[in-house]
């Protein structure tokens, strides 16, 4: 049996040739992000029935010490594993090329839909009830899981109304999709959320 992390390098797993391959034309990923990322997803699941892991439930990440004290890690979670109950290889690594530093070859193209990627997963992220729309309500949620150890109920409260009044542009109290991106566009998303993967 092999292990991720082995005091002999030749022992090192490697990522399936057709999970490499998938990456390769499905992601911006290089070689040698995917092989880093494939240790770091074993590395997660090294307790699981076989080794390799196939698959990683949320259990595994709520091992993971600073995982674990992630404030919003359960709502990362319900991002990355939508309806899924398991998570492949594949599932998490697409997941995290979503926030993928970019470099100087980055074509244009790419710059946009990487943008936009990030645009949606936020969005998914505040909905919490992923009815398509971020309502008061889920503003609530996040603004308590994110700092409901330092603020007061009616902080939080204050908080999240602030929020749907500085997006909603319909007078709807709700915040559509181009809403929330609109309200994005005051950030750089090329230099913000941005996760440097590095190579194997």
């Not at 150890?149 to 009044?165: G, H, N, P, R």
């Not at 709700?174 to 941005?194: C, G, P, R, S, Y």
Request: charged share 25%.
């Amino acid at each position: 049996m092999t292990g991720c992390w082995s005091s002999n390098p030749e022992n090192l797993v490697k990522c399936p040739p057709g999970d490499m391959e998938i990456l390769r034309n499905t992601t911006n990923l290089k070689t040698g992000e995917i092989s880093y990322l494939y240790k770091r997803f074993c590395l997660l699941g090294k307790d699981s029935p076989s080794f390799p892991p196939k698959r990683l439930l949320k259990r595994h990440f709520l091992t993971v010490g600073h995982l674990a004290r992630n404030p919003i890690l359960a709502i990362l979670l319900k991002a990355m594993f939508k309806e899924r109950k398991t998570l492949t290889f594949v599932n998490f690594a697409r997941f995290l090329s979503i926030f993928q530093a970019n470099t100087l070859k980055t074509k244009k193209e790419q710059l946009v839909m990487a943008s936009e990627k990030k645009k949606r997963l936020l969005f998914s992220m505040y909905d919490t009830d992923m009815d398509g729309i971020i309502s008061h309500e889920d503003f609530i949620v996040i603004v308590h899981r994110l700092y409901g150890d330092i603020m007061s109920s009616k902080q939080v409260l204050e908080t999240a109304a602030t929020m749907i009044f500085e997006m909603d542009t319909s007078g709807t109290q709700k915040i559509l999709f181009q809403d929330f991106a609109d309200a994005l566009n005051v950030f750089d998303m090329d230099e913000t959320l941005v996760v440097k993967i590095h190579e194997d």
